[in-house]
């Protein structure tokens, strides 16, 4: 009688045990929502910076703020509170006189449901007016 018991009270735990094991949590899955600006590019016709969806179409207001760089001058930065070029940049890029590299960092932008995301940096060569170069002279070659 005492091995049926214990039979059986050992049958109970191990019946226990899988109820408790299956009825462990599940490891979640966690979901990042998709953001829907992916970078930035400057347009230098228009002389403002343009926000870019993930499907590649511009969101030309959707930029925030941002902070310019420019090679010939790296301890300044030039601050703006929106898209556009503001004219203390625009005189400092029209100063230079050969081809520069000019680089806007922190860049945020604001997406359609009024959510701001930061976009990464954006690297770019800035080409200063013709009339500003100098012409170069060249040797004769005999």
Known sequence: ??????GLFFI??????QILRAQQPTNTIKVKKAEDLVKA???NVNLKLIAVDRFGNPRESAVLS??????TDPDK???????????EMQQAL????????????????????????KLPD?????????KNCTPK???KHR
């Open 1 to 6: 009688m005492l091995y049926r018991l214990t």
């Open 12 to 17: 109970l735990l191990l019946c226990t045990h």
């Open 41 to 43: 590019e400057f347009d």
């Open 66 to 71: 941002y902070v310019l760089w420019i090679k």
């Open 77 to 87: 930065p030039y601050y703006s509170k929106n898209f556009a070029i503001t004219p």
């Open 94 to 117: 029209n100063t230079c006189k050969s081809s520069t590299k000019i680089f806007f960092t922190n860049i945020v932008a604001q997406e359609a449901d009024g959510h701001q995301v």
């Open 122 to 130: 954006v690297i770019d060569v800035w080409f200063p007016d013709c």
């Open 137 to 139: 002279k060249f040797k």
